[in-house]
């Protein structure tokens, strides 16, 4: 069985949340990561969250948005994330 190796996380964000009109609105937020180890390689990244979510009636919604995140992983030392989400809600 492999040892464990210990380690931790830093990471700090910053940013603003609001709305841009009446039907639509905008979060942008921005940071920096880090994750250090007792054995193997350490890493560090910038880290950024946006999202904007329009409504153009009162019964539709939809957003689109991106995340990067860097965390420690259970295999290897750390993972980086990318990924791009929307979401469309339709209330009836």
């Known amino acids: 069985a ?9 990471a700090f964000r910053a940013g603003i949340n609001g709305a841009l009109s009446a039907r639509l609105s905008a979060t942008l937020m921005a940071g920096y990561a880090a994750v250090f180890f007792s054995r193997g390689p350490e890493s560090d990244s910038p880290t950024l969250n946006a999202q904007v979510r329009w409504q153009p ?8 948005g991106y995340d990067r995140t860097l965390t420690a992983a259970f295999q290897g030392n750390f993972h980086s994330n990318d990924r791009v989400a929307t979401q469309f809600d339709l209330l009836m």
């Open 2 to 10: 492999a040892a464990r190796n210990d380690g931790s996380r830093w």
């Open 57 to 64: 009636s009162e019964t539709v919604k939809w957003s689109l």
